[in-house]
């Protein structure tokens, strides 16, 4: 077993882990962070991303120990002072969802696409970036569209800020 140290959501965290504990199972089973998903064993479906010292990464892909010392940001890390962020109100707003087993790790996907690409992104580029995660009820194109509304909103923002 090896002590690991980190910060998920702000908060400093440690645990024992054996060296082949992945990250998702860190954080759901040991932090009881319930919120990132484990969908499949085939890294194929992004249920499980969290952002890792503020890129997106697949949390079922990365071993506990490969976090040591980083930044990890859940699902459960967006919401500030009870409001939602912009991309959760988003996929609220625009029916982003039905079941919503995706929905946290389309939402940590989507946040880091708004982060790296701004008010600048279109369709094509969300539909790409988006290939990493699979929703087996909505047909993508309410998730698609709840993209785009938060990314002109936080790019707006980010604009009226400047
Ligand atoms: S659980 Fe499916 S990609 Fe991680
Ligand atoms: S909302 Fe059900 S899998 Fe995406």
Do not use: W
Request: net charge neutral.
């Amino acid at each position: 077993m090896t002590k690991v140290t980190m910060t998920v959501n702000g908060r400093q965290v440690s645990g024992e882990v054996e060296d082949r504990t992945l990250l998702v199972h860190f954080i759901r089973d040991k932090l009881g962070l319930t919120g990132t998903h484990v969908g499949c064993d085939t890294s194929q479906c992004g249920a499980c991303v969290v952002h890792m010292d503020g890129r997106s990464i697949k949390s079922c892909s990365t071993l506990a120990v490969q976090a040591a010392g980083s930044e990890i940001l859940t699902i459960e890390g967006l919401a500030k002072d009870g409001e939602l962020h912009p991309v959760q109100a988003a996929f609220k707003a625009n029916h982003g969802l039905q079941c919503g087993f995706c929905t946290p790790g389309m939402v940590m996907t989507a946040v880091d696409m708004i982060n790296r690409y701004g008010g600048r992104l279109d369709e094509k580029t969300v539909r790409e970036n988006l290939e990493g995660n699979i929703c087996r009820c909505t047909g993508y194109h309410n998730i698609v569209k709840a993209i785009l509304a938060a990314a002109a909103e936080m790019g707006a923002g980010r604009q009226a800020a400047e």
